[in-house]
């Protein structure tokens, strides 16, 4: 299967920062999610992005996948941003799960 | 509120047992997917159905199975339950050639 690694591993801002947070992935695939579990640990979909920008809000994803990455935008960070990311790359019919950016805010 | 509904939310339960885990989609979506997360493997696919269909396949134990209904809802087993089964399990739905996928909150199960 395809290897996720996703950076960096830990994070933490101060309220209003902006970030980029990566992701890398050995392998050509159909499509890429970007998901957010917050420290509730309710999952949310953020981005469905094969390739090109997406745009919601003070986020947005980027997917080149000619060159195998994928990257997300935090603008003006608040501390409802805390939480981990994800990104799936999906090969085949199959996701495959990095290990996540974990991401505090401090006020 | 995703819309999306699972039952329950905690479960204990013993070695060598099964359990049913059951999923509710939102409204008119008819692509369920389930998700096991755990401190050992992390976030992990699992099994996705469209329409009552298997759709796509991923790191879905022997052991486990599922399935979708009639009525779009979708039921997790997992039997012959051993330690390392111990983990949040989350289902996800999205709609007719929608990509989001919305999740439930999950249910958490323990084997002791």
């Known amino acids: 299967g395809i290897q996720v690694e996703q950076s960096p591993p830990d994070l933490i801002l101060q309220e209003g920062a902006n970030s980029t947070l990566r992701c890398n992935f050995s392998?050509?695939?159909?499509?890429l999610q970007w998901f957010h579990q917050n420290p509730w640990g309710q999952l949310i979909n953020l981005f469905y992005i094969p390739s090109g920008t997406k745009q919601n809000g003070r986020l947005s994803a980027t997917t080149v996948a000619t060159e195998r990455y994928s990257l997300l935008y935090i603008s003006s960070s608040q501390t409802t941003d805390s939480g981990v990311y994800f990104c799936?790359?999906?090969?085949?019919?199959?996701?495959?799960f990095g290990t996540g950016t974990s991401l505090t805010v401090i006020p | 509120d995703s819309g999306v509904t699972q039952t329950p939310k905690h479960l204990i339960t013993a070695t060598g047992q099964r359990v049913t885990l059951r999923c509710s989609p939102r409204?008119?979506?008819?692509?369920v997917y389930w998700y096991q997360q755990s401190l050992d493997q992390g976030l992990q696919f699992l099994i996705q159905?469209?329409?009552?269909?298997?759709?796509a396949k991923g790191n879905i134990l022997e052991r486990f199975s599922a399935q979708q209904f009639p009525d779009l809802h979708s039921e997790l087993n997992l039997s012959s339950l051993e330690l390392g089964d111990s983990a949040l399990y989350f289902c996800?739905?999205?709609?007719?050639?929608?990509?989001?996928?919305?999740f439930g909150p999950g249910t958490r199960l323990t084997v002791l």
């Open positions: 409204s008119g979506d008819l692509s």
């Open positions: 392998d050509s695939v159909n499509n």
């Open positions: 799936a790359p999906l090969s085949g019919n199959q996701f495959y």
């Open positions: 159905y469209y329409n009552g269909e298997e759709r």
């Open positions: 996800a739905s999205s709609g007719q050639g929608a990509d989001t996928q919305y």
